[in-house]
């Protein structure tokens, strides 16, 4: 709920884009602009660490809506998780700082999607998010990459995904949710 009025903004500006007929190539670079409000700053007066990750979902649903995924998702009854994210920071955004969201798929592996997200002023990166997320049905399941692409074509020229990123996908998964996931702290 906290970035509510600003999702529902920039839902309303990408439904409108597409309309104009500004859509997005799934392996094109959305952008949306964004100020830092009073509401996003922590008691060090900058941009709070977890509001990047908020903001970060404006760009990915613009991006959903600009590249048609969005659609195909409502007409076939699936939604995205995300399952798991890592972002760097590099510089702090103030209190009404200007900044664009820069969003793009990054490529896939055998069961989800990856995408970056990047905070930029002036075209200087200033955060950057890597984002792990899978296709569920509302029925219940997983949405196999086939599928997936079945419904929306596969992108070409996609690039391929950095070792790391493989890497830290698997380093930071959890079992599956039909496994026990104790916590015990060694």
Excluded: C
């Excluded at 906290?2 to 920039?10: A, D, G, H, Q, S």
């Excluded at 979902?57 to 991006?63: I, K, T, V, Y």
């Excluded at 069961?111 to 002036?122: D, G, M, S, T």
């Excluded at 219940?140 to 074509?153: D, H, K, Q, R, Y």
């Amino acid at each position: 709920m906290n970035v509510i009025w600003r999702t529902l903004l920039v839902i309303f500006r990408a439904r409108s884009r597409v309309r104009r007929g500004k859509t997005l190539d799934p392996t094109a670079v959305g952008s949306i602009r964004l100020t830092t409000l009073p509401t996003d700053i922590d008691i060090l007066r900058h941009m709070n660490n977890g509001r990047y990750l908020s903001l970060f979902d404006l760009g990915r649903w613009d991006l959903l809506i600009r590249t048609g995924l969005f659609d195909a998702m409502k007409d076939n009854r699936w939604y995205a998780v995300v399952s798991s994210e890592t972002v760097t920071f590099r510089r702090s955004l103030v209190p009404w700082q200007r900044f664009e969201v820069q969003s793009r798929f990054i490529g896939h592996d055998d069961r989800a999607l990856f995408l970056e997200h990047r905070a930029v002023v002036k075209g200087q990166i200033y955060a950057r998010a890597i984002v792990r997320a899978r296709m569920l049905r509302r029925s219940g399941g997983t949405v196999s990459n086939e599928e997936l692409f079945a419904a929306v074509g596969k992108p070409e020229g996609v690039p391929e995904i950095d070792a790391w990123v493989h890497e830290w996908a698997a380093a930071s998964a959890l079992p599956p949710v039909r496994q026990p996931a104790p916590s015990v702290w060694n």
